[in-house]
């Protein structure tokens, strides 16, 4: 319990955590998928070089001196489905497992479209309490699963990893001291109409891992190992986080190696297929990548509080039909599918939350590389 609680203390606080980011899973209890039995290796591409440099703020910025301020462990680049560029450093591997943070969210929402599919439940329209009566009289009351999936529940929630007294320290503090994330989740009092504005709740998330053992009748390990681990080939065993109810940490406790990661990133690349198969209904990808409301949309609406657009546990930077797994730390799994790319990127950004704004999320330059990336791979 004490490496427990000095763990949780240290995040958001500008200590170092590229030795502790890669074995959370020897900290905390875990439930582990196992690796599949017939893993699949990305095909090995033409090796490229990365971008010296790249545009933020109409300044050039240096590509290693970033990849290394934001504490960089893993990039793997794909193109058309061949591995490009895959480089580690500080204590990342190939074999390294490392926590998700809010990447985990879009793995939820891929496993939820499965459920559907298969009859857990008939639309997004429907009301979440009917599904789960224990969160009746709470914020959720009244929300549908589709104002779940987009950060839009309408629950009054505050995401500043700097303030020790947010709602996600809070959330966060029953990791490391013991306790319900389920439980937490019915304590949320309402603040807008759901469905009318979008505020970025790592609780939903949990709601919406609630929803997926629900309607499956199967702990959120088993029912993805099944539907997404081994579908799709991965190579390792990887390890949700779990509370002391057994329940997994749905909003971002996945632990999985970076080649494992960008499997999820190319499946959605190419629609919910995977070699052939289609493993998410290819519906359910579009509306994950679609920004399908106004108060989805990022800018001057007054309707979001989010740096870019949103849809289904996705983020939808700009307007080039990209998309994003995001999670903090600079956690990436990013998809280009105009341009056949695939970049993932993990990290132990060690200052990122000591601030509520970009100056230590970096999460837009992120993107930016990314997109010079791209750019020089069409040259």
Do not use: C
Not at 308 to 313: D, E, H, I, L, P
Not at 374 to 379: P, R, S, T
């Amino acid at each position: 319990m004490n490496e427990r609680l000095k763990y949780a203390s240290s995040l958001f606080s500008g200590a170092r955590q590229d030795d502790t980011f890669g074995r959370v899973h020897e900290i905390f209890p875990v439930a582990t998928m196992t690796a599949s039995p017939e893993p699949f290796v990305f095909p090995q591409g033409e090796p490229i070089e990365l971008p010296q440099n790249f545009m933020h703020e109409s300044a050039a910025k240096d590509t290693m001196a970033f990849l290394d301020e934001t504490d960089t462990v893993a990039l793997l680049v794909i193109k058309d489905g061949a591995m490009r560029l895959e480089r580690y450093w500080l204590t990342g591997s190939p074999t390294t497992t490392w926590v998700s943070m809010s990447v985990a969210k879009s793995f939820v929402s891929a496993a939820l479209g499965i459920a559907q599919a298969e009859g857990g439940f008939g639309s997004v329209e429907e009301q979440i309490v009917d599904h789960l009566p224990e969160l009746k009289g709470s914020a959720y009351d009244g929300a549908r699963i589709k104002d779940v999936l987009q950060m839009s529940s309408g629950a009054r929630w505050n995401e500043d990893y700097s303030d020790p007294n947010s709602d996600i320290n809070r959330f966060v503090s029953i990791f490391a001291h013991g306790g319900s994330f389920n439980d937490f989740a019915a304590t949320l009092e309402r603040e807008h109409a759901p469905g009318t504005y979008n505020l970025y709740n790592s609780t939903d998330t949990q709601v919406l891992g609630m929803l997926l053992k629900k309607v499956t009748g199967r702990p959120i390990r088993d029912y993805m190992e099944e539907k997404l681990w081994h579908p799709l080939g991965m190579e390792h065993d990887a390890h949700w986080l779990i509370d002391e109810t057994g329940m997994e940490m749905a909003y971002g406790g996945l632990n999985a190696t970076a080649r494992d990661y960008a499997k999820i990133g190319e499946l959605y690349r190419n629609g919910g297929k995977w070699r052939g198969r289609q493993v998410v209904p290819a519906e359910w990808v579009n509306a994950s990548v679609t920004a399908d409301a106004p108060h989805l949309k990022a800018g001057s609406t007054g309707l979001a509080n989010t740096i870019f657009s949103y849809g289904y546990q996705w983020w939808l930077p700009y307007d080039e039909g990209e998309f994003s797994a995001i999670g903090v730390y600079n956690q990436f799994v990013y998809v280009h599918p105009g341009r056949g790319l695939v970049i993932v990127k993990l990290s132990a950004s060690r200052n990122y939350g000591t601030t509520n704004d970009e100056t230590s999320f970096r999460e837009t330059e992120t993107i930016h590389l990314f997109r010079a990336i791209g750019e020089a791979l069409e040259n």
